[in-house]
């Protein structure tokens, strides 16, 4: 008798990661969010520590299925966070072999949906070459909140990971990538290390055009979310960006 495949979940977690204060869990996961994850005990994630501090909340909630140590919590290799799931070369096949086996498998990140700006779609596209089912759960995702909150175009867009460290290949790039929206009308959506918040605002304000729309989301689903839209030659009137502790998600459009 063949032993039923489990399936591969898409757990989303909330955003406030790194954020100095934290909402509700049953403010920004839905009940049946939080009551699958709570019924799995195999994970694959970015970070394990971070994965059992959600656990932990989850389990205010909803009784885990097992406890905290005894749960089956694996890493993704460094080396895909650093280049990235498709530029590694990756293969996730065997971080599932629970799944083989009948159980089901949770696949999550530090904050928002896995595999959507953060790592894990290796593990999504062996899921699908291995023909197990793959489940996204409800959750939040800061890019689609952020468009939606932007007033910019939310039929054409682009997300365009993270922009060069270096100020000078930053310029240029943020150049690139407001000639390629005012010409095409396409949003373009990045996001940026909490840190440099300063720095990226005060290279906008230097390299874009008066005219560029840009919007600044941080902080979201948080009490103290802010959402800013605004030309740039209104946020060179003193407007205050994001600190350098929340995590944000830029965008700029015509």
Not at 46 to 59: D, I
Not at 198 to 225: E, K
Not at 234 to 249: F, I
Request: glycine share 8%; net charge positive; proline share 7%.
């Amino acid at each position: 008798m063949n032993t039923p495949q489990g399936r591969l979940f898409l757990v989303p977690t909330p955003l406030d990661f790194g954020c100095a204060a934290q909402a509700p869990i049953t403010d920004v996961l839905p009940e049946a969010t939080l009551a699958t994850a709570a019924s799995i005990r195999h994970w694959v994630c970015e970070n394990a520590k971070t994965t059992r501090a959600f656990l932990k909340r989850v389990g205010e909630t909803h009784p885990l299925i097992a406890a905290l140590p005894e749960q089956n919590i694996t890493e993704l290799p460094r080396h895909v966070h650093k280049k990235g799931d498709h530029q590694s070369g990756f293969d996730g096949k065997p971080l599932l072999a629970a799944a083989l086996q009948g159980h089901d498998v949770g696949l999550i990140s530090e904050a928002g949906m896995p595999a959507v700006a953060d790592p894990g779609s290796s593990v999504v596209r062996a899921a699908h070459d291995l023909g197990l089912r793959v489940v996204p759960l409800v959750g939040p995702v800061s890019l689609l909140l952020a468009l939606a909150a932007s007033g910019l175009n939310g039929q054409n867009f682009a997300f365009v990971g993270y922009l060069p460290q270096d100020a000078a290949e930053r310029a240029a790039r943020l150049k690139q990538l407001e000639s390629l929206a005012h010409k095409t009308g396409q949003t373009q959506l990045w996001i940026e290390t909490p840190y440099r918040n300063a720095a990226m605002l005060s290279g906008l304000l230097q390299s874009l055009q008066a005219n560029t729309r840009l919007a600044i989301a941080s902080g979201l689903t948080l009490p103290s979310a802010s959402i800013q839209s605004h030309t740039v030659a209104q946020w060179k009137k003193g407007l205050k960006g994001p600190d350098g502790h929340t995590p944000a998600v830029y965008a700029i459009g015509p």
